[in-house]
């Protein structure tokens, strides 16, 4: 029987992405827009006319180092689950899911998961937890850049990095007793609608615990770390092409990290990254308003816009990645997954 139109992953995929990016260019240009017009649409003009191009190569590199080491991290994190792919072909599913985080909650970075399992036919419940322990690892390493000068720069918001710490350790301390976590797993399997999944759950809850083992875990934040840096060290690099050389790589390395930590509830960051960068720059590194918007926008392009753009070449490949030279007829096949080591 013929497929639905309005059952093919693809086009319902493709869709929803058209509708994402559509939203997220209209929220971002009323918000460089409303920047201009606040701090001078002139002004910021002005800014970008003498921008000294050149380093925006530069920056540009920077980003693509981010994207390397990450992917360094989610094939890593793979191969820790036992899950057998190669690399090219998971180098593009990591690239299409850049276009995913301008999707409402970041929902739609389950692509990445979900292209790997249909790929090599392992149950989500296998690679689901290697987003989940990518995506931490991420946010933990921006903890980390920030917490290095909040003392210095922010004092009075230092309570926000804490709590996040705070919850992340008493979380991976429970991940790490293997009888409280199945207890609580059980229990929550007793529940009605939990109940239908429960089976999954210790599935999940196992992988969670190969991929944020010790040894993974301090390799993963590492990495993260690094690559997170090298977007800071490309902000930086924006006041130096603007003519700002009161911006400090301490100043820009908190500033875009605390930012980026401020934003992650929001699709991309959106709004409220953006307007941290624009508040953090005028108050803590003494920069003109114009100068403040025009970093932001510059920064944002290439640590967001041009992540977007190569996602979305990348999800051209959708149908090849999603069956990988598999019959159509067997990609839904259920297969037996190694488990992760314990």
Request: hydrophobic letters at 55%; proline letters at 5%.
């Amino acid at each position: 029987m013929e497929q639905p139109e309005g059952d093919d992953p693809q086009q319902d995929l493709l869709r929803r992405f058209r509708k994402w990016v559509v939203w997220a260019i209209v929220a971002g240009v009323l918000l460089y827009v409303g920047g201009s017009v606040w701090a001078g649409a002139d002004a910021v003009g002005e800014q970008l006319k003498t921008f000294a191009w050149s380093l925006y190569v530069v920056v540009l590199l920077l980003t693509l180092v981010n994207y390397g080491l990450r992917f360094v991290k989610w094939h890593y994190l793979l191969r820790v689950l036992h899950v057998d792919i190669g690399w090219r072909a998971n180098a593009t599913i990591f690239v299409a899911g850049l276009s995913m985080v301008i999707s409402p909650g970041k929902a739609g970075e389950l692509l990445k998961p979900y292209l790997v399992s249909k790929r090599t036919r392992t149950p989500m419940a296998t690679t689901l937890p290697a987003l989940i322990a990518e995506r931490l690892t991420d946010g933990i390493a921006m903890v980390i850049l920030a917490a290095f000068s909040i003392g210095t720069y922010a004092a009075d918001q230092a309570w926000i990095l804490w709590t996040l710490a705070g919850t992340v350790a008493a979380g991976l301390l429970i991940l790490a007793h293997q009888g409280l976590s199945l207890a609580i797993l059980g229990g929550l399997a007793r529940l009605p609608l939990v109940g239908r999944v429960g089976h999954k759950l210790e599935e999940l809850y196992r992988a969670m615990r190969a991929c944020l083992a010790p040894v993974p875990f301090v390799a993963t934040t590492l990495l993260s770390v690094v690559a997170w840096g090298a977007e800071c060290v490309g902000y930086l690099l924006c006041f130096r092409g603007l003519g700002a050389l009161a911006p400090t790589l301490e100043a820009s390395t908190f500033l875009y990290a605390f930012a980026t930590v401020a934003g992650g509830a929001m699709p991309g960051g959106l709004g409220v990254a953006d307007g941290a960068l624009v508040g953090g720059a005028t108050t803590i590194m003494g920069v003109s308003e114009p100068v403040a918007v025009a970093a932001a926008l510059l920064v944002r392009v290439a640590t967001l816009w041009f992540g977007v753009l190569l996602g979305a070449l990348a999800l051209l490949r959708f149908e090849d990645l999603l069956t990988g030279g598999v019959p159509k007829d067997r990609v839904d096949a259920p297969v037996e997954a190694r488990p992760p080591s314990p």
